[in-house]
């Protein structure tokens, strides 16, 4: 399978090591194991015992039980454990969902601007990609109308983030309605990559909270600071959707790291603390990118 230039990453990988001062960072300034054993309180002897003791065998193969708990606590009464399946970070995420639900001749919405995966690979798989473009007079939100006029009865999927990736635009529960409605008047299934949900002041719902067909991806990177340990994840409500997945993830991720899942599920049980945490490092510094910005040409 042939797919174009992953062009965030062609230009910013071979950056990121030599840069100064690096703009084009995605994630909130990494948390240690030190700061996060302080912020959880978690018994640093029970976590050394467990780093020194454990076999490096594969990890659980569904995900760790305590993870999978952990994320659908940051969900509605709609998720569980058992509709979580755990990943290789959320690139991996997204990439076994695309792989796994679409086929050649599919139709794919796929809102824009949003992270490349979303659009480039549906298009790699020979499926029709229709995109759907946010404009900045509607505050980069999906415009309903704009939205009808794209999907149809073939359409498989419509894919987006939330908040978006990169205009940080997050729609809540009343505006995704009609999104979800559209939807479901037409079979579709939608993927929200939910991989900065959490960083705004209103911590929205998940679109698995709102729509059976909903399948919703997030990772441990952006917001929560350990892109160093690669977890990410899909949670996915219809039971013939998490099937399929769960068959393509096999050939994609087995499992994950037996100390990384732990790690995340630490701090996900702290979910509150690890987003405060976020958030007092994220405001004022984007209000000193704000105004700096707004001196360049």
Same mark, same amino acid.
């Given at each position: 399978m042939r797919i174009k230039d992953f062009k965030v990453e062609k230009w910013l990988n071979p950056r990121?090591?030599?840069?100064?001062?690096?703009?084009?960072?995605?994630?909130?300034?990494?948390?240690?194991?030190?700061?996060?054993l302080e912020l959880s309180g978690e018994d640093r002897e029970a976590l050394n015992r467990y780093f020194f003791e454990t076999h490096l065998h594969y990890g659980a193969f569904f995900g760790l039980p305590r993870l999978k708990e952990a994320i659908t606590a940051t969900c509605g009464e709609e998720a569980s454990a058992a509709?979580?399946?755990?990943?290789?970070?959320?690139?991996?995420?997204?990439?076994? #969902?695309?792989?796994?639900?679409?086929?050649?001749?599919?139709?794919?919405?796929?809102?824009?601007?949003?992270?490349q995966q979303h659009y480039a690979i549906?298009?790699?798989?020979?499926?029709?990609?229709?995109?759907?473009?946010?404009?900045?007079?509607? +505050?980069?939100?999906?415009?309903?109308?704009?939205?009808?006029?794209? #999907?149809?009865?073939?359409?498989?999927?419509?894919?987006?983030?939330?908040?978006?990736?990169?205009?940080?635009a997050y729609m809540d529960a009343d505006e995704l309605a009609p999104v979800v409605e559209i939807a479901r008047q037409n079979g579709a299934y939608i993927l929200c990559d939910e991989i900065y949900r959490g960083l705004a002041d209103e911590y929205m719902p998940s679109i698995v909270d709102l729509y059976e067909k909903g399948i919703a991806t997030g990772s441990m990177s952006k917001v929560y600071s350990m892109a160093g340990t690669r977890v990410?994840?899909? &949670?996915?409500?219809?039971?013939?959707a998490y099937d399929i997945l769960e068959n393509r993830r096999s050939y994609d991720t087995i499992c994950n790291g037996v100390f990384d899942e732990l790690i995340a599920a630490i701090?996900?049980?702290?979910?509150?603390?690890?987003? +405060?945490?976020?958030?007092? &490092?994220?405001?004022?510094?984007?209000k000193i990118v704000g105004e700096w910005l707004a001196e360049q040409p």
């Open positions: 990121d090591a030599d840069c100064k001062y690096n703009l084009g960072a995605s994630c909130v300034k990494a948390i240690s194991i030190d700061e996060l509709m979580v399946l755990t990943m290789h970070g959320g690139t991996g995420a997204n990439s076994t #969902v695309i792989t796994g639900m679409l086929e050649t001749g599919d139709n794919v919405v796929a809102v824009t601007p949003n992270y549906p298009e790699a798989l020979g499926s029709e990609v229709r995109l759907l473009h946010l404009e900045k007079e509607e +505050a980069y939100k999906i415009n309903p109308g704009r939205l009808t006029k794209l #999907v149809d009865k073939r359409t498989k999927l419509i894919t987006l983030t939330n908040p978006n990736n990169p205009t940080g990410g994840w899909a &949670i996915v409500r219809e039971p013939e701090a996900l049980e702290n979910n509150e603390k690890m987003l +405060a945490r976020a958030r007092s &490092i994220v405001r004022p510094h984007k």
